[in-house]
């Protein structure tokens, strides 16, 4: 059996309050559901001892506080999960090699500025011994399941949540409250017979349909993945200089979903090309990247990507930016620069 659910008509006002706020804020969905341990716990545990983390270590390490979110917030009773989509409005060449959820201000920023309004929102709503935590993806909670069970959507074949009429580009935000509130129902998985998005890795990092191997996935290996990207690897990178949307933007449900409202998300300006950011300086790097989640990845990670991507495209333009790289003070961007260099040479 799963959690109780609060049916009091506190309970139900309060929540379609709670959602009306969410709405009001700029938030495209909102959902609720049970404060409890998530229902991929097992799931989560058999992929950590698989190895599919990588080298994202802090996943176990805060695996206790992912599996109890009243370890979090002790006496938490409600999740309000919310969703803000980033899709982009159209097509953008100087920013193809970049995730689109990375393209504009960093959604860190401004997911948790209106997170924390939604849970000031629910404390005065609800009674002054309400309490509340708001949670973003650095924090350590399975938002993913959470959500799913909210409602918000349903666990995809690419291990994305899904909406109806948001596809999965968007952000998930958590509010984590005391506050009794009326839950909704889990959707089911409409995800069919398609496999689009399994067929569609260039890296084949899919296990299987649910199962994502993080050590082969492009967006692991371009930002979270810290020196040298797999030699086996790097020519499947392909164009991507941060992130991949591959598996996104195949799916079917994106194509019907609408663009983002968010301005936020709208790049300001053209990205540099891949030669100019292999000669940026750190203090080039940290001023460009201010404020972007394209920080993320670090100085060595960007341009070691940029240096796989012109090999990629043996582009014999870029041998001179390449050539001052084997002197970068990163090995993994001397290492990078130095396979560019080979595959230029061999096409020559």
């Known amino acids: 059996m799963g959690p109780p659910r609060p049916t009091t008509l506190a309970g139900l006002t309060l929540a379609a309050a709670v959602k009306d706020r969410a709405r009001t804020l700029g938030f495209d969905r909102a959902a609720i559901g049970a404060a ?14 698989a190895g599919h983390a990588g080298t994202m270590g802090y996943l176990a390490r805060g695996r206790a506080d992912r599996l109890e979110p009243a370890r979090l917030l002790p006496g938490a009773a409600s999740v309000i999960a919310v969703a803000l989509s980033y899709k982009p409005a159209a097509d953008d060449p100087a920013w193809r090699g970049v995730a689109a959820y990375a393209r504009g201000r960093d959604y860190h920023d401004v997911m948790r500025e209106r997170l924390t309004e939604l849970a000031v929102f629910v404390g005065e709503a609800a009674g002054s011994e309400t309490k509340t935590r708001v ?8 938002e993913r399941d959470l959500a799913a069970r909210a409602g918000l959507g349903w666990i995809g074949k690419n291990t994305n949540l899904l909406a109806p009429d948001l596809g999965s580009l968007f952000f998930i935000g958590i509010v984590l409250t005391t506050a009794p509130l009326a839950f909704d129902d889990a959707l089911p998985d409409r995800c069919g017979t398609c496999t689009a998005c399994l067929d569609a890795c260039p890296t084949r990092a899919f296990v299987g349909p649910y199962v994502l191997d ?8 371009t930002i979270e993945h810290r020196g ?9 990178v392909g164009e991507w200089l941060f992130g991949c949307d591959v598996c996104q933007d195949v799916c079917p449900w994106n194509t019907k979903a609408s663009s983002t409202r968010e301005a936020a998300f709208v790049p300001h300006a053209p990205l540099e090309s891949p030669a100019t950011l292999l000669a940026m300086t750190p203090e080039a790097f940290r001023a460009r990247f201010r404020g972007s989640a394209m920080s993320r990845a670090k100085r060595g990670g960007l341009l070691r990507n940029a240096a796989l991507v012109l090999g990629t495209r043996r582009d014999r333009d870029a041998v001179p930016a390449l050539t001052r790289a084997l002197d970068d003070v990163e090995p993994a961007v001397r290492a ?11 096409r020559a």
Request: aromatic share 8%.
């Open 36 to 49: 409890t341990s998530p229902p991929h716990a097992a799931a989560f545990d058999a992929w950590l001892a």
């Open 135 to 142: 949670a973003v993806d650095t924090s350590a909670v399975l």
């Open 214 to 221: 993080a050590r082969r996935c492009i967006s692991y290996l």
């Open 228 to 236: 040298d990207v797999d030699e086996a690897l790097r020519g499947e």
């Open 336 to 346: 990078a620069a130095r396979w560019a260099l080979d595959r230029i040479g061999s």
